[in-house]
Every structure is written in structure tokens, then in C-alpha cells.
């Protein structure tokens, strides 16, 4: 039985190929587009998923949508109605959209699967589960647990916001909801507004300026207070409710009444551009507290309803590895799977899984090492024909190594020498964290490294951290946490033994002044309150990457490395090699490894292309 999940029409759209249960392959449709969290119908996607798996449109059993519009239809009808006369302008606005194209999304779905060579008169079942089945699904199906608690928590989907559920062998059994407007992934969001980043994609950044908040400080206090005292109450389950008087996302056309918050806070709200400052930084770590305390109570709240010991995660909220960090150390779940496409990308996914498992009532079989995801390299690959097709194009001057060993070694090398590189091996990541896929690459043991990367090569916030890759068995060597995280999702500290000590007035310093300060001997991974994001790297799921931290670790007696998306600001993942040898040549990149090609910046020839990347991506 073959079936293809889709999520599309919002953000981050995407498709998956599922076969007899497995996970054959998953995409974005950014990736083929160019278009970072491009919402358009994920037709590239669908045709490589297609064409990996071996099948066409109409051999398919089942087509599966990852929400339900009519559902989602309805709550806004209903929400303009409650709101009534606030939110005219944005109904106005958007139920031109939703009476041409959204309200009839089956035919809409048909009609772009038509021009891919789908043939109505064969019609495919088409199915529409509820968005938070699709989340949950996604999160318990490809896990190792027969039974679990399952925790969503996004911004909104149809009317749910957040869900608690028990996954027990084939079947979900949604046991709690929490319903718009109160939602805390569209509280974290106004705060992600408020503070100058893109709502929708900024979230992450958000999580990042935490740390360098002051936790000394009598703000941090002041602002958790405020918080919790005008904008949120939060229950002893969890769930949390959201004072309407300072939002505006329900009606309106932003996320919060500015000037409500501007009184509320005292600081002006901040634009994109903005020099960061201490009461940021300090209202960042304030609203990133609440979220943890309300994640923990909502899992708190799943292990009481369902006495698992085990708990899967999914939904935008899920991607806040503090959070989730937080979360493993609170002792509530003795184990925890997150899915590594936690937002609406993974909803393709548990679309496709929750056809099978739930509507056709196929049973669950668990027979493979790890769990299904494998890693999560479900995207496409490429052959060397295709890098030396590449190379002829852009007349890239390159060695070709017949032995893997060697270009490891030399890589390694390059890399102990305080080289960036950009590393391409294999099938594209799923989700949004790079793995050793499509990476850029460092020294961790550089003092430097975090601030030529970000500002030579991503083009972004110097504040940004970026994660260590660790040898799985050696995790614990470097970090406070002995167990697996192969999809960076987890944030643990680096180990005491490895920190360096601090000034006495280290809090009270500057943004700027705390960035560049050495706290550790990896000082391009330890995070501003000694945190790291780990990836945990696995020998069978992803040898090549794992063969050169191995390397490295041979060289330098250090077997972690720098590891960051493949991509400069605003721009997606990289896929193809053509992608990432214009992306090598536009930056400040040292070598290209593409398979077993691998390419001198210094012997390229001059690039020729006008380095217009800031006008061909919006900025995130």
C-alpha cells in the first residue's frame, strides 16, 4: 500500500511517500523553489517522492491532506463572528481566498495534481485528517515506543492549539485539546513579532537571544510577572489562556496592539534591524521561561491522563530544544522522541501515516534499527555525473578522491587549519535542522568560528549559536547528557570540566562583549549560558559524516565538530550540487566537498554572477 501525504496553502509546505507503513521519502517544497517556507502546492516535491519511490499519481491508494479546511473554515467564521465589528478589514481580506480556493481544496488539490499527470478520470481516495492527528501521528508512528503519550503544540491548526494523546500500537486516542485563540505557540510568536524577527521562521532566533538575557536581573522577574499577570494565565494542566485584549492575531492583521505592549513592557517594540539590546535580551529569556514552565506542565499533565513512560513531541513548539531540553531533565517521561520535522512540513507525513495506520487500519510494525526516520536523510540525492556536470557549467576546478579514507583525512585537515567548509553527501535532510547532509562546516576549537560564520558566511545576527555534531559514544565527553540526540533538538550543557571561568561582572556586559568572550575549549559551540545544541552523530545512519568527525578526532583528539545549515540568511537548505557550489562561491567559504569531489575556493574562477542574494531571498 502506497500513500502520499501532502501539507501545503500555509507555510512550509511538503510531501511524503510512505510504502506498506515505511518511510520511503519526505521533501519541502523550499528546497526545489528556492523560496524559503514557500506554502505554494509542493509539486516538486510530490514528483521527486513519486519518482524515488517508483510509482505514479494514480498507482497511488490514497492521497492524504494534512489538515481539514472545512474545520479550519469554520473558526474563522466563527472568530470574526465573536470579534464582531473588530478584524472587518481582515475578513474582507481573506474570504476572497478562502471562497475561490481554500473552501474547495479537494478540487483545488485535484487540479494541481492534474497538471503532474494525474488522471481524474482513475480517481485516488483523497482523505483529510485533523491537523494535530497529522502532528501527533508524525511523532508516534516513526518512534520506537509501542505505547506513548503524545504532546502537539503549534500555533493553531484547525481549532486546536495544542493536544495531548496515547499512542498504543496501531492506534491514536486523542484524550485533550486546547483550542485558538489560546495558544502558546502563537504567544511565543507575538513575542517573536514584538522583538523584530519574522513571525513563522524568527522563532528560533527568539530562542537563541534568550541566554544573553541577564538572569540576575530584577527585569527578568518584573517581565515573567507581567507576563503572567496581563497576558497569560497559565493551569495547573498546562494549558494556558491568552488575554485577547493584547493580541490582535484573531482579527487582525498583526500579531499584538504595539502600543499595549510598548506600555506593558516600557520598551518601544523593536524592528528587524535594530541593534539588540539588554531589555531584549532580557524579555526574550523572560517569555522563554514561561514556555518551558508550560511545556513541562503539559507533559506533566500527558503522563498523568495516559501513565506512559514514554512521550513523543511534534507541532512548531516542539522545535524549541530548550524546551525540550528542560523537559528531559524534569525527570516526567523516562523517554522522549521528537519528530525532527516537527512543524507543518512533518504534517505531510503524519498525514500519509495516519491514512495507513488509522483509516485503513494497517497494524504497526516495529522491525528497524532506531527509529524510522533514519536519521531523517528522506530527501534527494545526487550521482557524480551530476557534480561533474556541475563543475563543467561553472568550469568549478575540483579533486576527485577514489577513497573515501583520504578525502576524509584531507577534510579533517583542512578543517584543524581553521577552513569553513561546505559539506554535501548523500540524501537532502527532512526538516529544518542540517545533519551532515547539506552542512557547513568548522572548527569547534576556534575562538573565531562562530563570528566568521555568521558574519562572512550566513550573512546574519552575530548573536546566533551554532551546534556541535558529536560522535554519538563520545557525547558525553563534551556535554552534560549521556544520551542520543540525533536531531538536534535537545540543548544540554557543556561539561564543567571544559568551561573556563567568567568575569564577576559577566552578566551586566554587553551583547557584543558576552559573544566573544571564551567560555569553554569549544568555544565556537558553547552557547552564551554554557548550553549547546547537540546533534549526536551515528554511525549507521549517516557513515560518511560520522567517518569524518572520526577523522577529525584523530587529528585533534576531538571528535565534534561546528555544524550549520547550508544556506546564507533567507535562503533555503541547499539541495542540488548546483545549489551549493553558487552558494560556496557567493560567501566567504574556504572548500566544497560534494561526495567525493571537493573544491579550493582559491582555485575556482572568478564567480561572474552579480552576489545578489540579500534582493533574491526576503530576509528571515
Known sequence: MTILGISAFYHDSAAALIEDGRIVAAAQEE???????????????????????????????????????????????????????????????????????????????????????????????????????????????????????????????????????????????????????????????????FLGFRVNSGEYKLMGLAPYGDPHSPDIDRYVKLIQDTLIEVKDDGSVWLNQDYFDYATGLRMVHEKKWEALFGIPKRNPEDELKPEHCNLGLAIQRVTEDVVVNMAREARRLTNAENLVLAGGVALNCVANGKLQKSGVFKNLFIQPAAGDAGGALGAALAAYHIYFGKERIIDYQGDAMRGSYLGPTFSDLDVELMAKKYKGVYTHYDDFGKLSADVARLLANENVIGWVQGRMEFGPRALGGRSILGDPRSAEMQKKLNLKIKYRESFRPFAPSVLAEDCQEYFDYDGISPYMLLVHPVRESRRMPLPANYDSLSLRDKLYYQRSDLPSITHIDFSARIQTVHQNTNPRYYQLIDAFKDLTGYGVIVNTSFNVRGEPIVNTPDDAYRCFMRTEMDYLVVGNYVFDKKKQPEWQEKDNWKEEFVLD
Open 31 to 193: 528546497r526545489f523553489t528556492r523560496k524559503k517556507h514557500d506554502p505554494g502546492f509542493p509539486s516538486h516535491a510530490v514528483q521527486y517522492c513519486l519518482e524515488y519511490g517508483g510509482t505514479t499519481l494514480n498507482k497511488l491508494d490514497a492521497i492524504v491532506f494534512y489538515d481539514k479546511p472545512l474545520l479550519k473554515f469554520e473558526r474563522l467564521l466563527e472568530t470574526y463572528y465573536t470579534f464582531a465589528p473588530r478584524g472587518l478589514r481582515s475578513f474582507l481580506m481573506s474570504m476572497p481566498v478562502w471562497m475561490k480556493d481554500k473552501l474547495f481544496l479537494k478540487r483545488l488539490i485535484r487540479d494541481e495534481l492534474k497538471k503532474m499527470g494525474y488522471d481524474t478520470k482513475k480517481p485516488v481516495k483523497v482523505l483529510f485528517p485533523e491537523h494535530h492527528l497529522s502532528h501527533a501521528a508524525s511523532a508516534y508512528y516513526p518512534s520506537t515506543f509501542e505505547k506513548a503519550a503524545i504532546l502537539t503544540i503549534d500555533g493553531v491548526g484547525e481549532w486546536a492549539t495544542a493536544s495531548i494523546g496515547l499512542g498504543e500500537g496501531k492506534n491514536i486516542t486523542i484524550l485533550k485539546e486546547l483550542h485558538f485563540p489560546h495558544s502558546l505557540g502563537l504567544l511565543y510568536s507575538a513575542f517573536t513579532y
